[in-house]
């Protein structure tokens, strides 16, 4: 499996932007699908992004349609979420994930990605 580190998280107000980075390294990067999830205070985690293998296909939770843009750099082994907008709603520790054989298949749910990162918290105040 890879290892995963988040980074780019912190304070915001509502309206603003924050850009998260995934780092993968260890086993090989290639043919991973990767996935962003978040986890609010007292809730489950729930699937945010996700993003195949080439980059060509992705998927979002309703909630963020229209302002996170999930992508990748498989040259740096890193993926992105560009969070434009944010609510105080989005405030959550957000987590990267990865998936072995992401080429074709578009996939949310968690128990498919085998690799997680520790989070990076994302608070957004109003």
């Known amino acids: 499996q890879v290892q995963l580190v988040e980074s780019g998280g912190g304070l915001v107000q509502a309206g603003g932007s924050l850009r998260l980075s995934c780092a993968a390294s260890?086993?090989?990067?290639?043919?991973?699908?990767m996935g962003w999830f978040r986890q609010a205070p007292g809730k489950e985690r729930e699937f945010v992004a996700a993003?195949?293998?080439?980059?060509?296909?992705?998927s979002y939770a309703d909630s963020v349609k229209g302002r996170f843009t999930i992508s990748r750099d498989n040259a740096e082994n890193t993926v992105y979420l560009q969070m434009n907008s944010l609510k105080p709603e989005d405030t959550a520790v957000y987590y990267c994930?990865?998936?072995?054989?992401?080429?074709?298949?578009?996939?949310?749910?968690?128990?498919?990605?085998?690799?997680w990162g520790q989070g990076t918290q994302v608070t957004v105040s109003s």
């Open positions: 994930a990865a998936r072995r054989y992401g080429y074709i298949n578009i996939k949310i749910e968690e128990a498919v990605f085998g690799s």
């Open positions: 260890g086993r090989t990067f290639s043919g991973y699908a």
């Open positions: 993003i195949i293998w080439s980059g060509g296909s992705t």
